[in-house]
């Protein structure tokens, strides 16, 4: 009843984004049947409903649909399979934004990860970071896993292919020596569904990098199996390293089912907005100056971002600005 209950408030607080953010998915022009301004329209790709990403852009579609009359932006958001998938997305022109981890972003302009093979992504832009993410490992009482050593032979979601989580956990695994293809029985399924999963007995654990509160921690801590935050530790030669990564902590008060009592040490990321060179300057500079003129409005919209500076959006940076955003900071005096 309590995972039906949460399912049902995950599927009105996603109904009412979707009516609040409009129902275009593609970028068009079109004129408009009332006047004869156009309306440009653009899409910007988030993760699944359960996870930060979506209401984030749910939040900044908000903030910039409200001054559809003075730029003539219509802003929807689309659930997605997460940064991989958004990047790839934004520089094939299919959407015009993503939130992306910082980690990836700093992937896709090196060429590295999953974009070894491609190259170096360089039409890719930063625009501004938003709020933390902790490489987050939750696991079912019953499964007896207490440290992630103890993962060995069970059943893990790393996450699916196109997500941000998939190469943190790879990561976090081959850091206490443990191959994700052959010591564990590696799931690869969304972190949307992961939840259920692991209250069906399915999953012994599962890992999933995103901001604190999520609905999908929520979900999967509220029901009949008991849950527990795995600690991430031992992991400082990773640390070192990858300069994207920095230790966190799991403010595990935001799950009071959860059995820990104390918050979970790990590492995480930060969350951040890109761009497509491709995309006009315009429109990067409309986006960006209400995000930031509007900050305390933006601020209240989540919880995941009650620790957000205008300086802080600034840092995480790992591709170029685009300059639409650049001109913003400049006139703001932020850069
Ligand atoms: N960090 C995840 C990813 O990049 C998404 C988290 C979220 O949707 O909040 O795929």
């Not at 022009?29 to 699944?48: A, D, H």
């Not at 902790?134 to 079912?140: C, P, Y």
């Not at 409005?297 to 957000?308: E, Q």
Request: aromatic residues 10%; proline residues 3%; hydrophobic residues 40%.
């Amino acid at each position: 009843m309590k995972k039906a209950l949460t399912l049902f408030t995950v599927l009105i607080f996603a109904a009412s984004l979707f009516v609040a953010c409009g129902q275009q998915g593609e970028e068009m022009e079109k004129s408009e049947s009332k006047t004869t301004s156009k309306t440009t329209f653009v899409t910007i790709g988030t993760g699944g409903i359960t996870g930060v990403y979506y209401p984030t852009g749910g939040a900044i579609a908000k903030i910039v649909n409200k001054k559809k009359d003075k730029y003539g932006i219509r802003c929807t958001v689309e659930s997605t399979g997460g940064s991989v998938f958004n990047v790839n997305a934004v520089l094939a022109g299919d959407l015009q934004f993503g939130v992306v981890q910082s980690d990836r972003q700093f992937q896709a302009i090196n060429g590295l990860a999953e974009w070894k093979d491609k190259g170096p992504q360089k039409d890719l832009r930063a625009v501004f970071s938003i709020h933390p993410e902790s490489v987050t490992l939750l696991a079912s009482v019953d499964s007896g896993i207490k440290t992630i050593n103890d993962l060995k032979d069970k059943r893990v979601n790393i996450g699916n292919p196109g997500s941000g989580q998939r190469q943190n956990a790879i990561d976090a695994l081959s850091a206490v020596g443990i191959d994700y293809e052959k010591d564990i029985k590696a799931e690869s399924v969304k972190a949307a569904e992961a939840p259920g999963l692991l209250q069906d007995g399915r999953l012994d654990a599962f890992f999933y990098t995103v901001g604190h509160p999520s609905g999908a921690f929520k979900e999967a801590t509220a029901g009949a199996t008991k849950t527990r935050f795995v600690e991430i530790t031992g992991i400082d030669a990773l640390l070192s390293k990858y300069p994207y990564y920095a230790k966190s902590k799991i403010p595990v008060k935001m799950y009071p089912a959860a059995i820990n009592d104390k918050d979970v040490d790990t590492f995480g990321v930060k969350a951040t907005f890109v761009t497509s060179a491709k995309v006009s300057d315009d429109v990067v500079y409309a986006i960006t100056k209400e995000v930031f003129d509007n900050f305390d409005s933006f601020k209240k919209l989540h919880p995941a971002y009650s620790v957000l500076t205008k300086e802080g959006m600034l840092e995480g940076l790992s591709a170029t600005i685009h300059p639409g955003a650049m001109k913003y900071y400049k006139e703001a005096g932020l850069k």
